[in-house]
């Protein structure tokens, strides 16, 4: 966006893609609280590419830094875990998969059960 802002040019919203959109709001969100504050996203990266996510993140961390915030992302990208460079720079970083196990008591007596027959 700097860069149009130089130029003094414009860009119609709809003339962006849902996952641009959507950083611009996560970004704007970060800029716009209180110091100090704790900012949860669920799925920040929905809707980007894969090739920006990179981006993205980054530009997170940097408002994180100027703000003086902390920031709790959630994924179900697996694209956005792949960047093994990106994680000293996310903090700490955890991973969970949900799995039935944690939904149905006593899922693996369950399990053996119907594998019984």
């Known amino acids: 966006m700097r860069q ?8 119609l919203a709809n003339l962006l893609s849902d996952g641009t959109l959507r950083s611009l709001a996560v970004l704007t969100a970060l800029e716009t609280v209180e110091p100090h504050s704790l900012v949860v996203i669920e799925e920040f990266d929905n809707g980007l590419h894969p090739s920006r996510i990179q981006a993205l993140i980054k530009a997170i961390v940097d408002c994180c830094q100027r703000q003086l915030i902390n920031v709790v992302v959630t994924t179900h990208n697996p694209a956005t875990l792949r960047y093994p460079e990106l994680r000293g720079q996310l903090g700490e970083l955890v991973t969970r998969r949900v799995i039935e196990q944690y939904l149905v008591p006593n899922f693996e007596l369950e399990r ?3 594998a019984l027959g």
């Open 4 to 11: 149009y802002e130089q130029i003094g040019s414009s860009i």
């Open 112 to 114: 053996q059960k119907e």
